[in-house]
Nanobody
Framework: QVQLVESGGGLVQAGGSLRLSCAAS????????MGWFRQAPGKEREFVAA????????YYADSVKGRFTISGDFAKNTVYLQMNSLRPEDTAVYYC??????????????????WGQGTQVTVSS
């Protein structure tokens, strides 16, 4: 059983920073893709960033490129999302997800097998 637990969300002013963490357990993640998604009230869940667990390959949504950085500490089975220059439109519940089957990264939420419970990020103007 794979478990993903997010932490690090909170309330921050526009222009501020937060770092989200996703602790993974229950299986070896060496061949997984790990992703971050977010969902704002009344909107569909959207892709934010992804990282290939075996290497340093990363991919970002255009809306966060240059402001957010995804990284992984493979020894700790933990994935991070460093969020800088936050904007009110970044307000959402952020979810960590794991894709155990694909060799290439995907931005489609339906391709991810496992999900965390989510952590709220609120950016005030």
């Amino acid at each position: 059983q794979v478990q993903l637990v997010e932490s690090g969300g909170g309330l921050v002013q526009a222009g501020g920073s937060l770092r989200l963490s996703c602790a993974a357990s229950g299986r070896t993640f060496s061949s997984y893709n790990m992703g971050w998604f977010r969902q704002a009230p009344g909107k569909e869940r959207e892709f934010v960033a992804a990282i290939r667990w075996t290497g340093v390959t990363t991919y970002y949504a255009d809306s966060v490129k240059g402001r957010f950085t995804i990284s992984g500490d493979f020894a700790k089975n933990t994935v991070y999302l460093q969020m800088n220059s936050l904007r009110p439109e970044d307000t959402a519940v952020y979810y960590c997800a794991a894709d155990s089957t694909r060799r290439t990264m995907t931005t489609n939420s339906n391709d991810y097998d496992y999900w965390g419970q989510g952590t709220q990020v609120t950016v005030s103007s």
